[in-house]
């Protein structure tokens, strides 16, 4: 049996673009996804941290050190230049990987630069 697990995710991230008319996807920063580990035309979940909205679409390559977030096709009409969005990746883990797997979290500033990485949320207090 296999466990749906957070892979890794980009907290907070400001989407830099909107293209209604490209093929579809989200353009995201190389360095981005090297830092989190997401690979090109991999399942991703976007949370709109802005509107609320949340959906699912893939990750293509934006230019190194471009620092775009690119929403792009159907996808650009849940999102605006300038919201903050959480960018999501699952995978499915089998009890032995499960042991040991911490997730890839990398947080950025405003301008999608890398601020600092993580393996573990905080736990919240209420």
């Given at each position: 049996?296999?466990?749906?697990?957070l892979?890794?995710?980009?907290?907070?991230?400001?989407?830099?673009?909107?293209?209604?008319?490209?093929?579809?996807?989200?353009?995201?920063?190389?360095?981005?996804?090297?830092?989190?580990?997401?690979?090109?035309?991999?399942?991703?979940?976007?949370?709109?941290?802005?509107?609320?909205?949340?959906?699912?679409?893939?990750?293509?390559?934006?230019?190194?050190?471009?620092?775009?977030?690119?929403?792009?096709?159907?996808?650009?009409?849940?999102?605006?230049?300038?919201?903050?969005?959480?960018?999501?990746?699952?995978?499915?883990?089998?009890?032995?990987?499960?042991?040991?797997?911490?997730?890839?979290?990398?947080?950025?500033?405003?301008?999608?630069?890398?601020s600092?990485?993580?393996?573990?949320?905080?736990?919240?207090?209420?």
């Open positions: 049996m296999f466990t749906t697990m892979k890794t995710k980009i907290h907070r991230a400001t989407v830099t673009q909107v293209e209604l008319d490209y093929e579809g996807s989200c353009a995201i920063d190389d360095d981005l996804l090297e830092a989190s580990g997401i690979r090109e035309y991999e399942q991703i979940q976007i949370y709109n941290i802005t509107s609320g909205e949340r959906f699912t679409t893939y990750a293509i390559r934006a230019a190194r050190g471009s620092k775009t977030i690119s929403i792009n096709g159907a996808a650009a009409h849940r999102a605006d230049v300038g919201d903050k969005i959480i960018i999501a990746a699952f995978a499915g883990l089998d009890a032995a990987e499960l042991a040991t797997f911490k997730p890839k979290l990398v947080y950025v500033d405003d301008d999608n630069n890398i600092h990485t993580n393996q573990d949320i905080p736990v919240q207090v209420a």
